[in-house]
């Protein structure tokens, strides 16, 4: 039922999240080292996937990225349209 559906989003979420959150760590270490960086749009296609609650916390858990505007304000624009998305869906199929 609905709620078996919403664990396996919970859990879809949860991994993208931890994985762009990771990801975020990883690349800051390797800039501060001047080493092969993470491509900015891998950044962004996990967050499309899911992970963009995991790259908004490690964008400022480690300070990285923050002064891009277009991880600033992108990744949290992101993050509201996948909101929206999702609550409209829950509206249309659950709730009607």
């Known amino acids: 039922g609905i ?5 396996w ?11 762009d959150f990771v ?4 690349d800051k270490r390797k800039a501060k080292k ?5 491509p900015e749009k891998a950044f962004f296609l996990i967050a499309l996937a899911g992970g963009s609650p995991g790259a908004i916390l490690g964008m400022y858990a480690f300070r990285h990225k923050t002064r ?3 991880f600033k304000w992108g990744l949290p624009a992101i ?3 996948q909101l ?3 609550g409209w869906a829950y509206w249309r199929f659950f709730l009607s």
């Open 3 to 7: 709620c078996l559906m919403l664990k």
């Open 9 to 19: 989003i919970a859990l879809w979420v949860l991994f993208w999240s931890i994985l």
């Open 23 to 26: 990801l975020m760590g990883v």
């Open 34 to 38: 001047h080493r092969w960086r993470v």
């Open 68 to 70: 891009h505007w277009y």
């Open 79 to 81: 993050l509201i349209a």
């Open 84 to 86: 929206a998305l999702g």
